[in-house]
Nanobody
Framework: VQLQASGGGLVQAGGCLRL?????????????MAWYRQVPGKERELVAS???????YYADFVKGRFTISRNLASTTSHLQMNSLEPEDTAIYFC?????????WGQGTLVTVSS
């Protein structure tokens, strides 16, 4: 199974982007769908996650600006990013966790200009 992330690009500060993540086939037993981001030279950090039961988590630095959503039937997730800041510039990775396995997308670059 492969995850394909898309939707990144160049946007001005204050703008918005919508990232999407699609699995090559439906993944059963999903526990969490999440988005991480990584800046070169720094560790990958969790941005937002959505548990199967509907519980969401947002990192403090995106609360109120980003929204995660998902479609379990097709194992897709989205990250709506509003009020983007230059500090949000990073490669964004989607992630799916089941009980036994973890899948990563290839990353999509988000660049926010000031």
């Amino acid at each position: 199974v492969q995850l394909q992330a898309s939707g990144g690009g160049l946007v001005q500060a204050g703008g918005c982007l919508r990232l999407s993540c699609a699995a090559s086939r439906r993944i059963g037993g999903v526990r969490y769908m999440a988005w991480y981001r990584q800046v070169p030279g720094k560790e990958r950090e969790l941005v937002a996650s959505l548990a199967t039961g509907g519980t969401t988590y947002y990192a403090d630095f995106v609360k109120g600006r980003f929204t995660i959503s998902r479609n379990l039937a097709s194992t897709t997730s989205h990250l709506q990013m509003n009020s983007l800041e230059p500090e949000d510039t990073a490669i964004y990775f989607c992630n799916v966790k089941t009980v036994a396995l973890q899948y990563w997308g290839q990353g999509t670059l988000v660049t926010v200009s000031s």
